[in-house]
């Protein structure tokens, strides 16, 4: 069981940057894949970034790449999301996620509450 903690949302003007970082527990963390979706309003749930167990390989939605980066530190159980670039589109609530067999893809089997990014232009 992992649980899943999200920090770092907020408001931000077109073409800024947020971090947004995710404190995980649970003794088998970094035996996941991790990783982030996000849900804007009346939208699905959409995958944005995954990372593996061991940080070594990433994996990133079309409309992030080059813009988003991913990260984790197996060492504090952390997983962060660095956003730079960020436009009015990218406005949504942004999950933190772990595990699950297709995690690459954003099915994951762990999520946490979630945390609000808005961009304004």
């Known amino acids: 069981q992992v649980q899943l903690v999200e920090s770092g949302g907020g408001l931000v003007q077109a073409g800024g940057s947020l971090k947004l970082s995710c404190g995980a527990s649970?003794?088998?963390?970094?035996?996941?894949?991790m990783g982030w979706s996000r849900q804007a309003p009346g939208k699905e749930r959409e995958f944005v970034a995954a990372i593996s167990w061991n940080g070594a390989t990433t994996f990133y939605a079309d409309s992030v790449k080059g813009r988003f980066t991913i990260s984790r530190d197996n060492v504090n159980n952390t997983v962060h999301v660095q956003m730079d670039s960020l436009q009015p589109d990218d406005t949504a609530v942004y999950y933190c996620?772990?595990?699950?067999?297709?995690?690459?893809?954003?099915?994951?089997?762990?999520w946490g509450q979630g945390t609000q990014v808005t961009v304004y232009s």
């Open positions: 996620a772990a595990g699950g067999r297709r995690w690459y893809s954003g099915e994951f089997d762990y």
């Open positions: 649970g003794r088998t963390f970094n035996t996941y894949g």
